[in-house]
């Protein structure tokens, strides 16, 4: 994952885990020191003591980037269409094909109408299918995620 913030650059693994009902998610870097750890259990989000502000910062955008890209998903009756959305947690999503790339855009559904607009373009693989990795511009946060995943 590469996080853009501003004019500063992090690039680190995370790893992603469920244990249970609990998602454990590390953030780390070469030669593998941890930036940052979370557990998300429903809609609470804990820290560890250690981890300061802007790693919690941190660890927190790189929790959005992966819930946005990789976790939320369309209703099943949504997902045969070209074109679907959705509305989930205040957000109106709209999931469509732009040039033959999957793309993604959340906007607030109610509430300030001249948000940011949160967008997500997803990489198309070598054999022409997409999802392996995709690059998240959350405005509203003030971040630009880059995901490349491993592992589904």
Same mark, same amino acid.
């Given at each position: 994952?590469? =996080?853009?913030? +501003?004019?500063?650059?992090? /690039? ?6 469920? !244990? ?6 590390? /953030? ?5 020191? !941890? =930036?940052?750890? =979370?557990?998300?259990?429903? %809609? ?5 003591? %250690?981890? +300061?502000?802007?790693? #919690? ?15 939320? %998903? ?6 045969? $269409? ?7 947690? +205040? ?8 040039? +033959? #790339? #999957? ?9 300030? !109408? ?8 997803? #990489? =198309? $693989?070598?054999?022409?299918?997409? /999802? ?5 511009? $959350? ?14």
């Amino acid at each position: 994952m590469r =996080l853009t913030v +501003g004019s500063r650059e992090v /690039g680190f693994d995370a790893i992603a885990q469920r !244990r249970g009902e609990a998602l454990h998610v590390v /953030g780390l870097v070469l030669p593998g020191t !941890r =930036l940052f750890a =979370l557990r998300q259990e429903g %809609e609470t989000i804990s820290f560890g003591a %250690e981890e +300061g502000r802007t790693m #919690r910062a941190l660890g927190a955008w790189a929790l959005d980037a992966l819930h946005r890209g990789v976790w939320i %998903e369309p209703d099943e009756d949504e997902t045969e $269409n070209a074109e679907s959305s959705w509305l989930r947690h +205040g957000e109106e999503i709209t999931e469509s094909i732009v040039e +033959g #790339r #999957r793309r993604r855009i959340f906007k607030r559904s109610a509430g300030r !109408r001249d948000a940011p607009v949160i967008s997500i373009d997803y #990489r =198309l $693989n070598s054999d022409g299918t997409g /999802g392996a990795a995709y690059t998240v511009r $959350n405005p509203q946060c003030g971040y630009e995620a880059v995901v490349i995943l491993l592992d589904g």
